[in-house]
């Protein structure tokens, strides 16, 4: 069965479906309340697992902000438009959206789903709407490509301080079709995030997130070196006593990186991999000028994620990007930071629709995207509410997450009398708190 090219009107059917089921007895299995649909999660996944997604940076500030800031924007509804006809379709960067939204990109989905990003890519393809595959993958992006089929496949990166590596990661994302390369720039460094500091968990020591890594032949090549070539040991730090948690990790590495679990334990290659990921990850170096070098490594669009203010747009602009993410990764990186709507109208008041602008961090709802578009926002990426979907349910509870999205996306255009995405716009809503004799 193919996915619809155009989900305008689909909100009705979509919310009619979970009211017949409940009238034979049978509520949704994955909530469409967006606290009850977290909560739900927080039951389903450990607590390490549910706290590396949910946690955000010190304080969590910034994500709550992220959220709440929604409410500084209200949506005004205009009356007797004829909106029995609707559009959610457009089109983003060549490429076509049957509605404006997308799988964010979010790494190391083994924690929610054993099938990870091949069940979120069976979700985008069931609905056709895009999925970005995350440099910190669970599976191989290969492998995801192949799960995705003809629907349409951005790759983020991490930037890697190993220039070969990163044009490795780019190469093979453009071999196994990827339509864009999504380049993060707020996580050179990993923020302060105080859930993950409490429990002493980071995923990538255990060897989870790294598919990418442990699939890519430069990758492994430098891994092989460090086996050969071990550098020296800081004997100012002593060895940490063997634990039961310990030998978890242990096997945790060794059963993520290729090959036989057992011989890998004997073999040194698993740790000697994670060692190396943590000297490659960060590059806290990364210039405006260093755009040219991956313009000079692929001919796919260039879309940099992380951008708040208005003047690193200009730079955007300026060294010829084709689109940009308004981000603050969820909250995750800097705690106390502006929340990303508020970013999003500074930021799209000063670009002027020059290029395209997809904002991330915050949407909870269809209402929510509703607000983005209205903000000059051309498609919005959705991360937290589909993975909880997908703790939930796998790749059909990440799909009934988007495919609610879009429903109640197309809900609020009906009632706000806005026959399709170019409708939405200025007019559409307000600040709260705006004089009440401003004209609507």
Not at 258 to 285: K, M, Q, W
Not at 286 to 304: E, M, Q
Not at 355 to 366: A, E, L, V
């Amino acid at each position: 069965m193919q996915p619809p090219k155009d989900y305008g009107g689909a909100g009705r059917a979509i919310q009619g479906q979970i009211y017949s089921l409940g009238a034979v007895g049978h509520k949704p299995k994955v909530p469409t309340d967006p606290l009850a649909l977290a909560y739900a999660a927080s039951n389903k996944m450990t607590p390490e697992a549910y706290w590396y997604v949910a946690g955000s940076a010190g304080m969590q500030r910034t994500a709550e902000a992220n959220v709440t800031a929604f409410e500084r924007y209200q949506i005004v509804p205009h009356m007797l438009r004829d909106v029995r006809e609707r559009s959610t379709a457009t089109t983003v960067l060549g490429t076509h959206v049957p509605a404006p939204v997308m799988f964010a990109p979010i790494g190391v989905l083994e924690m929610a789903h054993p099938q990870a990003e091949v069940a979120v890519a069976q979700a985008a393809a069931s609905l056709g709407v895009p999925m970005v595959l995350s440099t910190q993958g669970s599976r191989p992006m290969e492998e995801t490509a192949a799960s995705l089929g003809p629907a349409p496949m951005w790759y983020q990166l991490y930037w890697s301080n190993n220039n070969d590596l990163m044009r490795s990661l780019v190469t093979r994302a453009e071999a196994a079709g990827a339509q864009a390369i999504v380049v993060t720039l707020d996580t050179h460094t990993i923020g302060w995030r105080t859930r993950d500091l409490d429990l002493g968990f980071l995923p990538f020591a255990k060897g989870m997130g790294l598919a990418q890594y442990f699939s890519d032949p430069v990758f492994l090549e430098l891994v092989k070196q460090r086996v050969e070539n071990p550098p020296p040991k800081d004997a100012s730090i002593p060895a940490p006593r063997p634990t039961l948690a310990a030998l978890g990790t242990l096997w945790s590495q060794a059963s993520h990186y290729p090959g036989n679990t057992f011989s890998n334990l004997l073999s040194g290659y698993p740790r000697a991999a994670v060692e190396t990921f943590l000297d490659v990850f960060p590059c806290s170096g990364i210039k405006w000028t260093d755009l040219a070098l991956l313009k000079s490594i692929t001919k796919l669009p260039i879309i940099l994620k992380g951008i708040q203010t208005s003047s690193d747009a200009e730079l955007a602009l300026r060294y010829g990007v084709d689109g940009i993410v308004v981000s603050n990764h969820g909250g995750r990186q800097v705690d106390g930071a502006i929340a990303s709507v508020d970013a999003l109208e500074v930021v799209a008041r000063e670009l002027e629709g020059r290029i395209p602008i997809i904002f991330d961090s915050g949407i909870r709802s269809g209402a929510d995207v509703f607000k983005a578009l209205a903000l000059g926002a051309s498609a919005v990426f959705v991360g937290r509410p589909w993975l909880y979907g997908l703790a939930l349910d796998g790749a059909e509870g990440a799909k009934a997450v988007m495919e609610r999205i879009i429903a109640e996306l197309d809900i609020t255009m009906a009632l706000a009398g806005v026959k399709n995405l170019s409708e939405i716009n200025q007019r559409c809503i307000r600040r709260a708190g705006a004089a009440s004799g401003a004209k609507l």
